[in-house]
């Protein structure tokens, strides 16, 4: 029942930007983007999320196509310490209670190298 | 800066032992949520807390689960008779308003 689509892994040097892609082409016109990250052992940590427009915050920044069926995350500068598995995650933004536990699929596992 | 925090870090029980996992969450957030994480796979879903009650809960979360806010700041997951295949990390989360979800380090349940 996966709604997205990533690549198992990838690398990328260290100081440059890391692009991780995203196919999401059953998105509904509600639904937004998230990514979320897990660096190893520890719990998932929200990176960005988007509807449309792209988004930028410290950690990263969000281009969405226009058809919104894919996205891609920017990691303008990697180090070694985003070396984790990145997670795309298409829903509803929940602003309310209900039913909003987050679906992880297997993610990407980024490998920034020295 | 507020985190959600997690304790024990480790647990170790017998198969058909009963465990209570704690959880922090940020002192303001309102949702509350329990996932699950066997080695190797996938971050899972158990159940969504709100209002001192159930939201939401998946298939995984069956009567061997319970949860509970007791206080104003702690949040647990009980697990009455545990299984082997109860062996996994289990992260607690939780959100304010709107939609972001704070996650905790996490605790490493090892049933032998």
């Known amino acids: 029942d996966a709604k997205t689509t990533q690549p198992t892994s990838m690398d990328c040097a260290e100081g440059r930007a890391a692009n991780l892609p995203c196919n999401h082409s059953?998105?509904?016109?509600?639904?937004?983007v998230y990514w979320y990250r897990q660096i190893h052992s520890q719990g998932p940590q929200y990176i960005i999320h988007?509807?449309?427009n792209n988004e930028t915050n410290e950690m990263a920044s969000l281009i969405i196509t226009e058809d919104r069926k894919s996205s891609t995350l920017i990691l303008p500068h990697a180090t070694l310490r985003d070396t984790a598995v990145y997670y795309c995650i298409v829903r509803v933004e929940y602003s309310g209670g209900g039913a909003d536990g987050l679906t992880f699929g297997k993610g990407t596992h980024l490998i920034i190298q020295p | 800066e507020p985190e959600v925090t997690q304790t024990p870090s480790h647990q170790v029980t017998q198969m058909g032992q009963e465990v209570i996992l704690r959880c922090v969450p940020i002192s303001n957030h309102l949702y509350f949520y329990w996932y699950r994480q066997i080695l190797g796979q996938k971050v899972e879903f158990l159940v969504s807390f709100y209002n001192n009650e159930i939201s939401e809960k998946s298939e995984i979360f069956d009567d061997q689960f319970s949860v509970e806010r007791p206080d104003g700041s702690n949040f647990t997951l009980k697990i009455r008779s545990t299984k082997l295949e109860d062996s996994a990390m289990y992260f607690c989360?939780?959100?304010?308003?709107?939609?972001?979800?704070?996650f905790g380090p996490g605790t490493r349940l090892t049933v032998l």
């Open positions: 059953t998105i509904s016109g509600n639904e937004y």
């Open positions: 989360a939780s959100r304010p308003n709107p939609d972001t979800q704070y």
């Open positions: 988007g509807l449309k």
